[in-house]
């Protein structure tokens, strides 16, 4: 088998690992070395699909010892074959690298025999590159659940990121998915993991007693380890646990983290140049291949940010791979879904937001035709219209269609004179949006849009045209079905132009 | 009164060294509002009744121009603005003057005991003016300069050439080469590499143990086009690989050309070993629209 099957056949099996970003590292060109880290990350070309290909994402090997429902390289799946020889890999990133085509590599690998043997090799060959070729590019280490502490620490030797892929958010879907992974085998190395990049796991006090006590009879057994009362060395620490009970979570039921994932990460240190994988590491959930609720996968997603300093978690659409009975049949992947999660996600992080407020604590599911903040704006009505001239940052980043550009951009704009409704676009507002949750200077931003009153005979307004009453008078605020129908109508997706069109005379 | 409203044209010699020593030379004119200057370089035409002041570029004096004001606290402000004197905006000459104008006026404004504070405000403030259409048109440009440049930082792909020179070629919108050589000569700090821009004829060039330099008038020899460089044998062989990797990583049932091009738009397409037929580049790209007009 020649090197380019291999590639062929290799790539195919890494592909559906989403991690792609190569952010965080700032490691240094060493003299006669080859390769930088770009603390800012590069994406150095797309594929088809419209992903960013910044890594050379193989497998070491797609023989796989596990049979993990979801996973095209399971054993019980006929697929071709193949693994690369270490040094043919190694030859094969630098010759990529020299050439501008990547960032440095993603390595991943089926389970050949033990976990350990498998991360052995893996460590091999990141250690090579390392120390014989002095190579300083980006490189991502995927970690085989259930691998030894000490081979986690020294793939964190050599690495800039790692990872531990959790993939299904409930050890209900584990145990039956994946039945040869285990909680406790994904979430040792993710805290080996953290402790290596200078983050000492937190501990979630009683959170497992917790649970119990509110899901008597959950319809899934949400993952959780026993927090028992042993002395600190030998203590288990309770893995991240989906707390958030849909049904009755009005108020009572407190995240024990008080503050948002945003205000978390703002205290944490980021140390670029760190010896030990200075990006952190990062983890995976499938999503659609097992029953969970987006609110589990959320709340899942939260946690790991707290618990473990998690700096990306990424959401992949579960694509059918060979009919697996133990699946849902799936005809297309739910990409709305995934893309939902992706934005709520955001929002945890550069927004200040909480899982609690993401969610509707009427539907476990994210809106799929709305995206979470303009939904969560939606509930909250009574924090809008919010002044542009006035409201401070934080206000400002609450309002849909205003990021955090945008709302800094506002912020420094202000304080060399008022603003107008018409130099926000300029500023990265997204003014079909936003305008309904703003006043510039007590006015509503969206009465002096004009084309409203071309808008109003488009059918998303048709009830107050045909109740008679005048659009531009029309108090959105105080009726959100209306404003969500406007919201998702793309007939009102056009930006608000504020130059008046004259009509011209004709002969 | 009426000379008083006429527009004040400074006419430098096109590079940004000029445009430094011009709105040096304009800070001057202290009755001339900064929205009446004009920055010219010489080979834009001139205008009837127009009496242009001519301005000697003087290389050391633009370099204490650089330092001072850098030192004062605007090295911000003044890298933003060579990035739009480097992009492709329309009147960049004009606007970038003025904002650079106007930052000498403040700069030199600050003395006397209240320096320190009025210089902490003003640097502070001075590009976040945004209601400013000279700072909003030198800072939009400056940005699409740098995003630009991002893409490209990326988009490179050097060809190994048999007498061992890493070749790549580019015709980018914007003047980008100034931005991206420090990180090509610190990333392949070991290798001798050649990054051409083919639309300005100017190119990176970097020896190792050398510091890059940015040669203009670089063209290929006669006979000798992008697509048909005398590549290494292994060259040909690692661009299958490359190719092969790209068309296997992709996942079908997410199949979204429209997000690849938004992404990568078709004018990058030429360089790109993944994109062109057999791996073989093209020899240029095609003109774009705006161009073909």
Known sequence: MTTTDKIAILADAAKYDASCSTSGSARKNTPGGLGTGAVAGICHAWATDGRCISLLKVLLSNVCAYDCAYCVNRRSNDVRRAAFEPEELVRLIVEFYRRNYIEGAFLSSGVIGCPDATMERLVHVARTLRTREHFNGYLHLKIIPGTSENLVLEAARWADRASVNIELPSSASLASLAPDKKPQAIFGPMRVLARASGFEPQFLPDASVAEDKKLPDAPLKLMSEPASLRPRSQQVYSSPVSSFDVQDSAGQNRSPFPRSVMEARQRRLRNPEAQRIPAGQTTQLVVGASPEPDATILTLAENLYLAFDVRRVYYSAFIPTGGDPRLPAVTRPPLVREHRLYQADWLFRFYGFKAQEILDPAHPFLDLSLDPKSSWALRNLAMFPVDINRADYWTLLRVPGIGPKSAARIVAARRSGSLRATSLPALGVVMHRARWFITVSGRLAADECEDIGTADTVGASRPAVESGISVRRWRFLDHPELLRRILVDPAFRHEPSFQPEFQWETG | ?293
């Open chain 2, 1 to 293: 009164m009426e000379y008083m409203e006429r527009q004040v044209v400074m006419r430098y010699d096109g590079t940004f060294a000029g445009l430094l020593c011009a709105a040096q030379e304009a800070s001057r004119l202290t009755a001339v509002p900064h929205h009446r200057l004009d920055f010219k370089s010489q080979d834009e035409g001139e205008e009837l009744f127009e009496e242009p002041l001519d301005i000697q570029t003087d290389l050391g004096l633009a370099r204490q121009i650089w330092r001072k004001a850098a030192a004062q606290g605007y090295a911000a402000g003044l890298r933003t603005c060579f990035d739009a004197y480097c992009s492709d905006s329309p009147g960049k000459n004009n606007h970038t003057g003025r904002v650079l104008c106007a930052m000498l006026r403040e700069a030199a404004r600050a003395v006397g005991p209240c320096a320190a504070q009025h210089l902490a405000r003003s640097k502070l403030m001075f590009l976040d003016n945004l209601n400013d259409p000279d700072i909003l048109s030198v800072v939009t440009a400056a940005r699409r300069c740098r995003n630009q440049a991002q893409k490209i930082t990326g988009l490179i792909r050097f060809s190994e050439l048999v007498d061992g020179l890493w070749y790549s070629a580019i015709s980018p919108d914007c003047d980008v080469l100034p931005l991206i050589a420090p990180h090509f000569a610190l990333r392949f700090a070991s290798q001798r590499f050649m990054i051409h821009d083919l639309r300005r004829s100017t190119a990176i060039v970097h020896e190792p143990g050398a510091a890059w330099r940015i040669l203009d008038g670089v063209f290929l020899p006669d006979g000798m086009q992008v697509s048909n460089l005398p590549c290494t044998e292994k060259e040909f062989l690692i661009r299958e690989h490359w190719r092969r990797y790209f068309s296997s990583i992709a996942i079908e049932a997410r199949r979204n050309p429209r997000l690849q091009a938004s992404f990568m738009p078709k004018k990058y397409w030429a360089g790109l070993p993944e994109m062109c037929d057999n791996g073989i580049l093209y020899t240029s790209r095609l003109p774009s629209k705006k161009e073909a007009l």
